[in-house]
């Protein structure tokens, strides 16, 4: 009999894996539909050794020293600063939108005083904020945002910026300093020796079992256990009975190539042209060295795997149907980006199994059922 059968071997069904398994000494059964632990934020290394990230560029950042000082019992880190450049109008460009990017696109020469003015001349008035239009025109104004974010966000989303909560395009700042970070949290790093390895100490306790290639559907009534974490679509669990919740998808392609570089920056955006949105190099991610050089497209798409809760408030409707059953539900807990149906980031994701832990705590004494 386990005490606990995990769903989803990614942040959020790892770290609580670990912490019930580490903290209250429980049989922990941690099972996932694919081939390998780690979830969205796997890498593996590559036919010619180049460390990839087959779900796509995974960039570790926080402001939480709890968060940063917990992942570290698992990993060494390397300091790793995230720079992204935005091909536009033919050139490679600062993303998020700087001094040097305005200076660069338009030829001038303007100090950080006087971009805020020529931000404020060109800012549209708005009454409330309330779309991923609204955040950047109300900022940089219509031509900025049409060259950056109209053109990307559509192909990533298949909506309008128009059509999306506020929530997406304010994850990317403008600023008038030079500042080119893509990040600005205190701890930014990547874990010395990948993702993955990380994720084998994390779930390396005894107490912890690993199935992967397992559906949860195909052992949930035959491997006996006393409770659940659900870390998978939370629409999925119960059947879809209202309806299916939006995700968007994407597909990579992971090419090699054989000269040593092909790109200035880890990650390359594509707002004007192409079908992907954009361009990983992972050596600069990684600090691999190597003769080759290792690259990931992505090409948004409707189909496929659920990556992205999509932010929208008839979405978040739908997510509160299933959430009252989900809360309905004993001894099932529902953790992560998939279950909760939010775009969180690693150490979101991180913080909010952290979070359920000491719920779980509080609800049900160590020891409780035996
Ligand atoms: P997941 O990693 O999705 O894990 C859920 C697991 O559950 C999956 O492995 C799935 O196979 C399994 N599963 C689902 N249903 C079942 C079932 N019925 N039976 C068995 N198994 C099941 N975050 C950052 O902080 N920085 C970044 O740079 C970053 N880049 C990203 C880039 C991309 C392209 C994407 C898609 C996400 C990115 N993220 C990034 C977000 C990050 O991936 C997530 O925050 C994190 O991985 C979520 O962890 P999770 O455990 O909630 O979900
Ligand atoms: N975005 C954009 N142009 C860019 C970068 C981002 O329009 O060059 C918008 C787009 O809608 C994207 C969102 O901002 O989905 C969030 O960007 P982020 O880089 O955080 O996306 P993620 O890494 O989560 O895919």
């Known amino acids: 009999m386990y005490d606990w059968l995990i769903v989803g071997a990614g942040f959020a069904g790892s770290v609580l894996a670990e912490r019930l398994a580490g903290e209250r000494n429980e049989r922990v059964l941690l099972i996932d539909r694919r081939p390998h632990i780690g979830g969205n934020a796997y890498d593996r ?23 940063f000082d917990y992942l570290s019992r698992f990993t060494e880190w390397r300091f790793y600063e995230h720079r992204v450049l935005a091909e536009v109008d033919g050139m490679l460009v600062p993303i998020p939108i700087n001094l040097d990017t305005v200076n660069k696109l338009y030829g001038l020469n303007l100090t950080s005083e006087q971009l805020q003015d020529w931000f404020a ?34 192909k990533q989303w298949g909506l309008d910026p128009s059509e999306l909560d506020k929530s997406v395009t304010s994850r990317v700042p403008t600023r008038t300093n030079r500042d080119d970070r893509y990040f600005t949290d205190e701890f930014q790093f990547m874990p010395k020796h990948g993702y993955t390895r990380m994720f084998e100490k994390m779930v390396g306790h005894p107490n912890i079992d690993i199935m992967t290639q397992t559906e949860y559907d195909d052992v949930k009534n035959v491997i006996p256990h006393r409770r659940v974490i659900y870390c998978g679509p939370i629409d999925e669990y119960f059947n879809f009975q209202f309806g299916k919740l939006p995700y968007r998808s994407l597909r990579f392609e992971h090419v090699t ?8 920056v880890g990650v390359v955006n594509f707002p004007q042209t192409n079908d992907y949105t954009r361009v990983t190099e992972y050596k600069h991610l990684t600090g691999q060295e190597h003769a080759k050089t290792a690259l990931t497209y992505e090409y948004p798409s409707a189909e496929g795997d659920p990556y992205y809760p999509i932010p929208k408030a ?16 004993p001894d099932v807990w529902f953790v992560g980006r998939l279950a909760t149906y939010r775009y969180y980031n690693m150490d979101q994701i991180v913080g909010q ?11 049900l004494p160590v020891g409780a059922d035996t």
């Open 121 to 154: 001349e060109r800012a549209e008035t708005i009454g409330e904020i309330k779309t991923s239009e609204d955040v950047v025109v109300s900022v940089v104004g219509r031509e900025l945002y049409e060259k950056f974010f109209r053109g990307y966000t559509r």
């Open 45 to 67: 290394y590559d036919d010619d050794g180049l460390l990839i990230h087959q779900y796509g560029p995974h960039i570790f950042h926080t402001n939480s020293k709890q968060i």
């Open 353 to 363: 199994a952290l979070a359920t832990f000491r719920r779980i705590n509080e609800s």
């Open 314 to 329: 008839e979405n978040q409707e739908l997510f509160k149907k299933y959430e009252r059953l989900a809360l309905a539900t």
């Open 257 to 264: 190539l054989d000269k040593a570089w092909h790109q200035p």
